[in-house]
């Protein structure tokens, strides 16, 4: 059964899913849910407990415990265990961990639950790497977001220089790079285009360009 109105955004890291998510969210007047704030906010304890990222028994067992309180009204509100961590998610070194925590099964099964009770509830655009594929596969639209590793690296680049970071655009793409491969390569839920979902590739195009793309799709 089709899952009506719900949107899955999937694609690599730095392609925009999610400002352009949100903003075809708010276009719809849907409920926007980026779920790699669920990764981060693994990333973030796992972290702030100082365990090794080696140590997968302990990060899937953080994973099983955590207490995640999520506002889809609000993007900007994430309390873990209690704390408010917004910010603290955006880190360069959160989002590297992030990758390495989603790719151990143990907390994608941990995290599976969450992410389909909002789904259930309909009108949602939800961003990941396998919504179409295993957290949504009724979706009634299914997008490929992507771009070049280039034109991906160079806007994650921006990102963190903005955020005053004071990285190199060579070490930012070999990050890129490096993500991409865990990502597709992982055993559980990889990251692949859903046999049904509509590929755009936005290199050149703007943030509102794509978002108009998105939505004469879910209007055909």
């Not at 004071?166 to 839920?189: A, G, H, K, N």
Request: no cysteine; hydrophobic share 40%.
């Amino acid at each position: 059964m089709i899952n009506k109105n719900v949107i899955a955004i999937d694609g690599p890291v730095a392609a925009g899913k999610s400002i352009i998510g949100q903003r075809v969210a708010t276009r719809l007047g849907f409920r926007y849910f980026d779920t790699g704030v669920i990764y981060r906010s693994v990333a973030w304890v796992v972290r702030s407990r100082r365990i090794d990222e080696l140590n997968e028994s302990q990060i899937e067992l953080v994973a099983s415990q955590m207490r995640l309180d999520l506002d889809t009204e609000n993007t900007n509100v994430v309390i873990v265990n209690g704390v408010r961590v917004s910010d603290e998610l955006k880190s360069q070194e959160v989002t590297r961990l992030s990758s390495i925590v989603a790719a151990l099964s143990g907390v994608r099964n941990s995290m599976v639950s969450l992410q389909r009770g909002i789904i259930d509830h309909g009108d949602v655009v939800m961003v990941g790497r396998d919504i179409g594929t295993v957290i949504a596969p009724d979706a009634e639209l299914k997008i490929y977001l992507t771009a070049s590793v280039e034109s991906r690296a160079t806007r994650r680049f921006n990102d963190l220089i903005s955020q005053g970071s004071q990285t190199s655009f060579d070490q930012v793409l070999d990050e890129t790079i490096s993500r991409d491969e865990r990502d597709s390569s992982r055993s559980d839920s990889p990251l692949v285009m859903a046999t049904d979902a509509i590929e755009i590739d936005n290199s050149e195009m703007t943030i509102e360009q794509t978002v108009n793309a998105i939505l004469e799709h879910y209007q055909i």
